[in-house]
């Protein structure tokens, strides 16, 4: 069955709700970060309310998407504004964390160079066709959502298994970022060859 979300995008307003979620994901982010440096991060009910504006932010990624599809939704500026939305809010996230020395700063850095270098793909390729989320991809952000939720959480019980699922989405990371890279060199190859261009 064909994704929905890599068929060509109707002729949609642009203001609708699934993009509404979008925006507002976007505007929660500097929430988020009020929440998690308050006292340095230290005061576990900051920590906790930190966690459950991340979890709340992160929950609407699932339901703009659902949304989308469902409601026949699927627009351009929701291709490109949703993973960015996804990326500031992680990327907000991983250097609160680091910041705070309760997340190693190498992992920040290989998932952050990471997200940049998709995000300068998506708008290398924007002028030959729109690089959708694929299912690696959705991967990934789940396994970081839920080893930055569990960092987010205050108490030494957590670190361990928030360090093996952040591992994990570290690895899933890279091997999508490759993916992402032959997806849009093949995106402008495609779009090259195409009758009449060039």
């Given at each position: 069955?064909?994704?929905?979300?890599?068929?060509?995008?109707?002729?949609?307003?642009?203001?609708?709700?699934?993009?509404?979620?979008?925006?507002?994901?976007?505007?929660?982010?500097?929430?988020?970060?009020?929440?998690?440096?308050?006292?340095?991060?230290?005061?576990?009910?900051?920590?906790?309310?930190?966690a459950?504006?991340?979890?709340?932010?992160s929950?609407?990624?699932?339901?703009?998407?659902?949304?989308?599809?469902?409601?026949?939704?699927?627009?351009?500026?929701?291709?490109?504004?949703?993973?960015?939305?996804?990326?500031?809010?992680?990327?907000?996230?991983?250097?609160?964390?680091s910041?705070?020395?309760?997340?190693?700063?190498?992992?920040?850095?290989?998932?952050?160079?990471?997200?940049?270098?998709?995000?300068?793909?998506?708008?290398?390729v924007?002028?030959?066709?729109?690089?959708?989320?694929?299912?690696?991809?959705?991967?990934?952000?789940?396994?970081?959502?839920?080893?930055?939720?569990?960092?987010?959480?205050?108490?030494?019980?957590?670190?361990?298994?928030?360090?093996?699922?952040?591992?994990?989405?570290?690895?899933?990371?890279?091997?999508?970022?490759?993916?992402?890279?032959?997806?849009?060199?093949?995106?402008?190859?495609?779009?090259?060859?195409?009758?009449?261009?060039?």
């Amino acid at each position: 069955m064909p994704d929905p979300a890599a068929a060509p995008a109707q002729t949609v307003r642009i203001v609708n709700i699934a993009n509404g979620l979008t925006v507002l994901r976007l505007l929660m982010v500097p929430v988020f970060a009020m929440l998690l440096v308050h006292h340095r991060g230290e005061d576990p009910g900051w920590r906790l309310a930190a966690a459950a504006a991340f979890v709340g932010a992160s929950l609407t990624d699932q339901l703009d998407g659902h949304v989308a599809r469902s409601r026949g939704l699927i627009t351009d500026f929701g291709k490109l504004a949703d993973p960015i939305a996804d990326k500031a809010l992680t990327g907000t996230a991983l250097v609160g964390l680091s910041a705070l020395d309760l997340l190693p700063w190498w992992i920040t850095l290989v998932i952050l160079s990471r997200e940049i270098g998709v995000t300068v793909l998506r708008f290398w390729v924007i002028r030959h066709g729109v690089i959708p989320a694929s299912r690696g991809g959705k991967l990934k952000t789940l396994l970081q959502a839920i080893a930055i939720t569990l960092a987010l959480l205050p108490g030494a019980a957590v670190t361990r298994p928030a360090m093996w699922v952040m591992v994990a989405a570290v690895a899933v990371t890279l091997v999508t970022g490759g993916d992402y890279v032959m997806r849009a060199v093949t995106v402008r190859r495609a779009d090259r060859r195409a009758p009449g261009v060039g």
